[in-house]
């Protein structure tokens, strides 16, 4: 793709440089990304001016510069593409480049084996869709190999059996969504890897799934071109057990918990109230809030293939984690396993350990079951 036709694609003659996409982004003074000055580049000299590697990959694409963009422009989706083209002439990290590697010989970014994807589930009663189901889980690539998300994973399929939910997982035939290869700006393996995926779920006619991962929900809602099944994220689907009174619980959470918007189902699909009303749900709790919530929730930096390359300077996660110990919140809980994981990780790097809980809804729902 060459400059002019990105023009074209991404309406950058319709910018009217008003700077909102950078100055509403997260990770600008951070990395110095600046969203308008590469557009208005392009449009400008009409050719594509190369940028620090850690310019071009701190965007986490979680999607605040379209929010707050007046001309209803996508500025991350220029910069992904501005990615497709560096990854095309071996412009990437060396761990981009193996995560990406990954996913193309094994199904996942992690480096592991495909034959390894369903032992998270090996001491819990869970049937192969493939053996009839009426909803799939669909794990995802980091619950099924990450020890700490696998207890998402676990903690779904606890609430799904105690409300008689008919699920199935596709075992080891499970592949990546492929939603951070996406972000990476690899478009041809991800095309791949939509077809591999819509192969599997049209040979056992999946007409519902279910996934713990608001990167996944999003790119089957909204990448993968079709309407062949319903997608569902966990939050969703839980939420409207409990409504439905299909979930009973047996314990109160006397805690106050804050919940953490996780960009990839807030702000890109406005998913903002079902998280919410299964933290009300679990007897006992007292939720909080954030000053930057729903809309104007800080972004982790989990997204956009941040997972597989560091940004010097203070995380984000960081931010967010004092702010929910200054609320004097003692659960911080959250509904994305990359958020899960940078939060976390923060709350070592901050020194708060002993002093706030980071928890999936699932985790604190089925802590009361």
């Given at each position: 793709?060459?400059?002019?036709?990105?023009?074209?694609?991404?309406k950058?003659?319709e910018?009217?440089?008003?700077?909102?996409?950078?100055?509403?982004?997260?990770?600008?003074?951070?990395?110095?990304?600046?969203?308008?000055r590469?557009?208005?580049?392009?449009v400008?000299?009409?050719?594509?001016?190369?940028?620090?590697q850690n310019?071009?990959?701190?965007?986490?694409?979680?999607?605040?510069?379209?929010i707050?963009?007046?001309?209803?422009?996508?500025?991350?989706?220029?910069?992904?593409d501005?990615?497709?083209?560096?990854?095309?002439e071996?412009?990437i990290?060396?761990?981009?480049?193996?995560?990406?590697?990954?996913?193309?010989?094994?199904?996942?970014?992690?480096?592991?084996i495909r034959?390894?994807?369903?032992?998270?589930?090996?001491d819990?009663?869970?049937?192969?869709?493939s053996?009839?189901?009426?909803?799939?889980?669909?794990?995802?690539?980091?619950?099924?190999?990450?020890?700490?998300?696998q207890?998402?994973?676990?903690?779904?399929?606890?609430?799904?059996?105690?409300?008689?939910?008919?699920?199935?997982?596709?075992?080891?035939?499970?592949?990546?969504?492929?939603?951070?290869?996406?972000?990476?700006?690899?478009?041809?393996?991800?095309?791949?890897?939509?077809?591999?995926?819509?192969?599997?779920?049209?040979?056992?006619?999946?007409?519902?799934?279910?996934?713990?991962?608001?990167?996944?929900?999003?790119?089957?809602?909204?990448?993968?071109?079709?309407?062949?099944?319903?997608?569902?994220?966990?939050?969703?689907?839980?939420?409207?057990?409990i409504?439905?009174?299909?979930?009973?619980?047996?314990?109160?959470?006397?805690?106050?918990?804050i919940?953490?918007?996780?960009?990839?189902?807030?702000?890109?699909?406005?998913?903002?109230?079902?998280?919410?009303?299964?933290?009300?749900?679990?007897?006992?709790?007292?939720?909080?809030?954030?000053?930057?919530?729903r809309?104007?929730?800080?972004?982790c930096?989990?997204?956009?293939?941040?997972?597989?390359?560091?940004?010097?300077?203070?995380?984000?996660?960081?931010?967010?984690?004092?702010?929910?110990?200054e609320s004097?919140?003692?659960?911080?809980?959250?509904?994305?396993?990359?958020?899960?994981?940078?939060?976390?990780?923060?709350v070592?790097?901050?020194?708060?350990?002993?002093?706030?809980?980071?928890?999936?809804?699932?985790?604190?729902l089925?802590?009361?079951?």
């Amino acid at each position: 793709m060459n400059a002019q036709e990105l023009v074209q694609k991404h309406k950058l003659l319709e910018c009217i440089q008003c700077g909102m996409c950078t100055g509403s982004c997260p990770v600008s003074r951070k990395a110095n990304l600046n969203i308008r000055r590469y557009m208005r580049e392009v449009v400008v000299t009409g050719r594509l001016i190369v940028h620090s590697q850690n310019e071009l990959w701190s965007c986490t694409t979680c999607s605040t510069c379209s929010i707050r963009c007046p001309k209803d422009l996508n500025p991350f989706e220029f910069l992904i593409d501005i990615r497709s083209l560096a990854v095309e002439e071996g412009q990437i990290a060396p761990t981009l480049r193996d995560a990406l590697e990954s996913v193309f010989k094994n199904g996942d970014p992690w480096g592991r084996i495909r034959s390894q994807r369903s032992m998270w589930a090996q001491d819990l009663t869970i049937k192969l869709f493939s053996q009839g189901a009426e909803v799939l889980y669909f794990v995802g690539c980091t619950p099924a190999y990450d020890p700490r998300v696998q207890e998402i994973a676990k903690s779904l399929v606890k609430c799904l059996n105690k409300a008689g939910v008919d699920f199935g997982t596709l075992g080891n035939e499970e592949n990546c969504c492929g939603s951070e290869v996406y972000g990476m700006g690899e478009k041809g393996l991800f095309e791949f890897l939509v077809e591999e995926n819509m192969k599997i779920f049209n040979k056992y006619n999946v007409k519902r799934v279910v996934t713990t991962c608001p990167h996944s929900y999003h790119t089957f809602k909204n990448r993968y071109g079709q309407t062949s099944f319903e997608i569902q994220h966990h939050a969703q689907l839980l939420a409207n057990l409990i409504e439905k009174g299909k979930l009973t619980f047996s314990k109160k959470v006397n805690k106050k918990v804050i919940y953490h918007d996780p960009c990839f189902l807030g702000k890109q699909n406005g998913v903002y109230d079902e998280p919410r009303k299964v933290i009300e749900g679990v007897p006992g709790v007292t939720l909080l809030e954030f000053d930057r919530s729903r809309e104007r929730s800080l972004c982790c930096e989990g997204g956009g293939g941040r997972m597989w390359i560091d940004i010097p300077g203070e995380r984000l996660a960081e931010i967010r984690v004092r702010d929910a110990v200054e609320s004097g919140a003692e659960i911080l809980a959250t509904a994305c396993p990359f958020c899960l994981l940078t939060l976390e990780d923060a709350v070592k790097t901050t020194g708060f350990e002993g002093k706030v809980q980071v928890l999936d809804i699932a985790e604190l729902l089925s802590s009361a079951l």
